[in-house]
């Protein structure tokens, strides 16, 4: 596995669904195994079916790219958390913990 830059971790409703990693190539997605188990397990997104292997992309998968938010509020995530508006991945880390819908991002811990 190639190592991640940064890595986030997806929620669904409030139930761990698996990790999101920015890498020298591009982007990876993958569902966590005891995520896959769960009678109840959900998609994250139609784009995105349940699968042991992971999803790779070279550009930042288009449903998490979907959550970033746009216009003023993204001028907002830009002041407030003094970033660069144009690193997606780092908008998606810090402005979707809560987002609408039922999937969340939290950035993964040291």
Known sequence: MTPAFRTARVY???????????????????YDADYLKMPHAAVVSLTLPLRGDAYASKVLFPFFDGLIPEGWLLDVVGRNWKMDKSDRFGVLL??????????SIREEGP
Request: hydrophobic share 40%; proline share 0%.
């Open 12 to 30: 669904v409703r409030e139930d761990f669904a698996g990790l999101l990693r920015e890498t020298d190539s591009g982007y990876s997605f993958a």
């Open 94 to 103: 810090v402005a979707c913990r809560d987002c609408i819908g039922c999937v």
